[in-house]
């Protein structure tokens, strides 16, 4: 089955400490993944892809298919990152085509 | 460019009411789908477009219909509202080619009374 868990609604942190908001999958195929994040009040957005390979606002996240994990993580964490965070599986769906399988999200609290 | 719009941003309806979510994007993307958004569950498909003239269902189809006359509006019907189908919806383009990247639309949101 195609699954994307987020083991954590709410992640709370202090500004400078370390984050990571986790991310497993279930996928059969050879899976893409990405990160998507809602700041308050605004749309949801792409925030980085793993086949990008990039680092965006400070955040990485490294796919690793031996725990079938894409974490995502930030060194620092600053108060304009609250926001709710989404986990997606680009899967290949019936038909051909692709669709993406959201996480339940987890939200990201900074606190001064 | 206005990328993706929906309208309207709120609504109340009634159960056993109809009423139609409007979605357009302007960047001439095949793909065009509508999520529902509910708390502890994420986003979950319910209908989904690869181009005009052709939809499919998503994870959660049953009580929404969709049709997709033009490349451009991709709208959501609600045949006969419940309040099960309160949440917030979004609509999101995007080209469909791997890796996807999806657009979203500010959402609306539906209460069903």
């Known amino acids: 089955a195609q699954r994307v868990t987020q083991p954590e609604k709410l992640l709370s942190v202090f500004k400078g400490a370390p984050v990571e908001l986790k991310c497993n999958y279930s996928y059969s195929g050879s899976p893409e993944l990405f990160w998507y994040v809602q700041y308050s009040r605004q749309r949801l957005q792409l925030l980085l892809r793993?086949?990008s390979r990039e680092s965006i606002k400070g955040f990485t996240a490294d796919l690793n298919k031996g725990e079938t994990s894409f974490h995502l993580k930030k060194p620092f964490a600053q108060e304009e990152d609250s926001a709710m965070y989404y986990c997606?599986?680009?899967?290949?769906?019936?038909?051909?085509?692709?669709?993406?399988?959201f996480g339940a999200g987890t939200r990201l609290a900074v606190h001064p | 460019n206005a990328g993706v719009t929906q309208t309207p941003k709120f609504q109340v309806l009634k159960t056993g009411q109809s009423m139609t979510l409007q979605c357009a994007q302007d960047m001439n993307h095949e793909y065009m789908s509508w999520y529902r958004q509910d708390p502890g569950m994420g986003l979950r498909l319910i209908h989904y477009?690869?181009?005009?003239?052709?939809?499919d269902q998503g994870e959660v189809p049953n009580g929404y219909n969709v049709s997709r006359s033009t490349t451009e509006d991709f709208p959501l019907r609600l045949l006969s509202a419940a309040p099960s189908q309160t949440s917030v919806y979004f609509c999101a383009s995007s080209d469909g080619r791997p890796p996807d990247t999806q657009y979203f639309g500010p959402g609306t949101r539906l209460t069903v009374l």
């Open positions: 793993h086949i």
């Open positions: 997606a599986l680009s899967a290949l769906f019936s038909g051909g085509y692709n669709k993406l399988i």
């Open positions: 477009s690869v181009g005009a003239g052709i939809t």
